[in-house]
C-alpha cells in the first residue's frame, strides 16, 4: 500500500473506467473543471463546481469521471487526519470561503518555492473550516421541515446513503431512530406554541405536522407524559 508522509497536491485529470481502490492516505478533492463520481462508505457521491470532498485514510473508494474534467488534489498523510479529529467523509457545499481558499492552494501549489509548512497551513485551515461548519443535510432538512411529510428515502438521499444504512448511520450519529427524532422536533415546536400561543389544539398540531388533534395528543402523551392541554394548563409553562 502506497504510503504518504508530507501532504503535497496535484492537478487530476479522472478518467471514465470505475477504478477501486484503498490507501493509508486521505484525499481533499476540490473542482476545477468537470465532474467526479465516486462512491465510497455506502454512499454515491459527486463532486462538481458545488461541491468539495474529503476522504479519510483506509476508506475504499470507487471513482470515474464520464467528462473533461479536472481537479485538485491534496494527498494528506493519515497523521493530519489523527491530529483533526476527522475519521469519516465529508461532502460539502463549495461556496465562497471554498473558492478563496482553493485560489491560495493554487498559488501555492504554482510556487516553485513551495514547502510542506505552507501547504500544511492551508490544510489546517480546511479541517478547522470542515468541522466548524459542517452540517449534516439530512438533519439540517429535519430542523427545517419537521413540519412537513418527510420520508427515509428522501433523507437518505441528501446524505446519499443507501436507505437500510442511512438509518443505521442515523441511529449511530443522534442516538434515536429518524422517528423519534423527528416526533421530539415536533413535539418540542408543540410546547413553545402551546406556552406562547392561544392556537387551538388542532391548530398546534397541523403547524407542526400531524393532521389530526388526536395524532398530537397521542405522542405528546407519550412523550411528556401529559396530554397538550394538561400542560398548558399548568401555570409553570405561562
Not at 468541522?131 to 446519499?160: C, D, F, V, W
Not at 422517528?179 to 421530539?184: A, E, P
Request: charged share 20%.
Amino acid at each position: 500500500m502506497r504510503q504518504v508522509y508530507s501532504s503535497f497536491a496535484e492537478k487530476v485529470c479522472f478518467i471514465d473506467i470505475k477504478h477501486t481502490h484503498i490507501h493509508a492516505f486521505g484525499h481533499l478533492i476540490l473542482p476545477l473543471q468537470g465532474t467526479l463520481n465516486l462512491q465510497a462508505s455506502q454512499r454515491s457521491i459527486i463532486v462538481d463546481q458545488q461541491h468539495i470532498l474529503l476522504l479519510p485514510p483506509a476508506c475504499e473508494h470507487s471513482y470515474y469521471a464520464k467528462e473533461r474534467n479536472e481537479f485538485l488534489v491534496f494527498f494528506i498523510p493519515h497523521t493530519m487526519f489523527s491530529h483533526n479529529g476527522v475519521d469519516e467523509v465529508k461532502h460539502l457545499e463549495f461556496d465562497e470561503r471554498w473558492r478563496a481558499l482553493r485560489f491560495l492552494m493554487l498559488s501555492e501549489c504554482q510556487n516553485k518555492q513551495t514547502n510542506t509548512t505552507a501547504m500544511n497551513q492551508l490544510l489546517y485551515y480546511s479541517f478547522q473550516l470542515i468541522q466548524q461548519n459542517h452540517k449534516y443535510p439530512s438533519i439540517r432538512y429535519l430542523h427545517e421541515n419537521y413540519h412537513t411529510g418527510i420520508s427515509l428515502e428522501m433523507l437518505a438521499s441528501l446524505e446519499h446513503y443507501h436507505v437500510g444504512y442511512y438509518s443505521q448511520w442515523f441511529q449511530k450519529k443522534m442516538g434515536v431512530s429518524v422517528q423519534i427524532y423527528l416526533q421530539k422536533l415536533r413535539i418540542e415546536e408543540a410546547k413553545r406554541l402551546l406556552r406562547e400561543t392561544n392556537y387551538t389544539i388542532l391548530e398546534i398540531a397541523q403547524e407542526v405536522g400531524y393532521e389530526h388533534q388526536a395524532s398530537l395528543t397521542r405522542i405528546f402523551k407519550q412523550v411528556e407524559g401529559i396530554t397538550p392541554s394538561v400542560y398548558r394548563s399548568n401555570p409553570i409553562n405561562k
